[in-house]
């Protein structure tokens, strides 16, 4: 497939910041000023260079992202922030543009310098290498631990929609090592980008879990920059409900390729939990099962242990009554209002869809019409060897 987008051209190349000598300087750049809009992690040591792109995005226009990966340029106090500026600055100059115009995003080892001069002689390079069909290298560019590249693109109304993502370990709900950048040629007004950003992110990345750790990095942006010709869309346009379930199904894809591709992941997991008072009720629930290393290492080995996602959505702080409960594992019934069903034909029913690459665990809880879906993975012995030997 030719990923592409009007206006929009991309690039990846070997700046020599990883040892392995694979790509790791990204950059994207609209060729008009775009209306942008981010969303970015939570976790209280945020890295420098959210600091520097949520500074640059209060105005809500942007025309590029700079990306490097191997080092994550968190935790290095005022010479980090000083790095991140730079990477702007030096773009920016490539470009034509002014710093404030550039965003910019790391990913990697925390608690390194980035290497400087490197991506100081990198960046000329990344502009020269930009292309209209750059995008495959970009998103190769982005990655760390991951073991494949992650985009994805749609149509809507007469433009394109493209996005690409890396993230395969220290990934839960906040989006955690995750990065995500999106681009598209419609004209959207700048406060309609940011609802219909936050609506997506908060029903698809922020839904994913894969270890339960939480990152300083995870970025997601959007840039539109109106190359399509329309009139910019708004809450009110006719076309507004069409682009906010278009970025959905996006995101929504490349949440569930970021779970595909988990650090060791054999096989995936939507959750999904139904019967709660609220909606947020639902989504607690799921998540305290998304993150249960039992529930996960029960998915490595294929065993349908449904106690385990008992006693894990007991613990969960969400009110129901055992006597209510039920739980499908691979769309087989082994648990209904309390009580175990099937026997061993359900079990070995359930261990046979459990091989299968993706797996579906729901919890009925009957007090409510409260719901919510969060994805997950696997925890096998790969994401142990990745994480212990991942510095050296």
Not at 96 to 109: H, K, P
Request: with cysteine.
């Amino acid at each position: 497939m030719a990923y592409r987008v009007p206006g929009f051209r991309a690039a990846g190349i070997r700046c020599g910041i990883k040892r392995s000598g694979a790509l790791d300087l990204a950059l994207i750049v609209s060729d008009r000023p775009a209306v942008a809009a981010g969303v970015f992690t939570r976790n209280r040591v945020p890295g420098a260079p959210i600091t520097v792109s949520r500074a640059h995005l209060r105005g809500g226009r942007a025309q590029a992202i700079v990306v490097n990966s191997g080092i994550s340029n968190v935790a290095m106090g005022a010479s980090g922030l000083r790095d991140a500026r730079r990477m702007t600055e030096l773009t920016g100059v490539e470009l034509g543009l002014r710093a404030v115009d550039v965003l910019v995003s790391s990913t990697g080892v925390i608690g390194r310098a980035l290497p400087m001069p490197r991506i100081a002689a990198g960046i000329p390079r990344a502009v020269r290498a930009l292309s209209a069909t750059g995008w495959s290298a970009a998103s190769r560019a982005i990655l760390t631990t991951d073991t494949r590249p992650k985009l994805a693109q749609a149509r809507v109304s007469g433009a394109s929609l493209l996005g690409i993502a890396k993230g395969s370990g220290m990934t839960m709900p906040d989006m955690a090592t995750m990065l995500a950048f999106v681009v598209t040629d419609l004209a959207v007004d700048p406060g309609f980008l940011r609802q219909a950003l936050r609506q997506a992110v908060g029903e698809t990345f922020n839904r994913l879990s894969i270890d339960g750790e939480t990152s300083t990095s995870d970025s997601v942006v959007l840039l539109a920059n109106g190359a399509a010709g329309n009139r910019p869309l708004g809450p009110r346009s006719a076309r507004a409900k069409e682009f906010e379930r278009v970025l959905l199904d996006l995101c929504r894809e490349l949440t569930e390729k970021l779970a595909a591709d988990g650090e060791g992941a054999s096989r995936v997991a939507e959750i999904v939990v139904t019967g709660t008072r609220t909606d947020t009720l639902a989504e607690r629930a799921a998540r305290k099962i998304a993150n249960s290393l039992l529930v996960k290492t029960a998915l490595f080995g294929a065993d349908p242990n449904w106690g385990r996602v008992v006693q894990t959505v007991g613990a969960a702080g969400v009110p129901f009554k055992p006597e209510d409960l039920g739980v499908r594992i691979g769309g087989v019934q082994l648990l209904q209002r309390g009580t175990p069903v099937g026997g061993a034909s359900a079990l070995r029913r359930a261990r046979r869809a459990m091989h299968k690459k993706r797996v579906e665990i729901a919890v009925s809880l009957g007090r409510g019409r409260g719901s919510a879906r969060v994805m997950s993975c696997d925890l096998s012995y790969e994401y142990v060897r990745i994480n212990a030997e991942y510095t050296t």
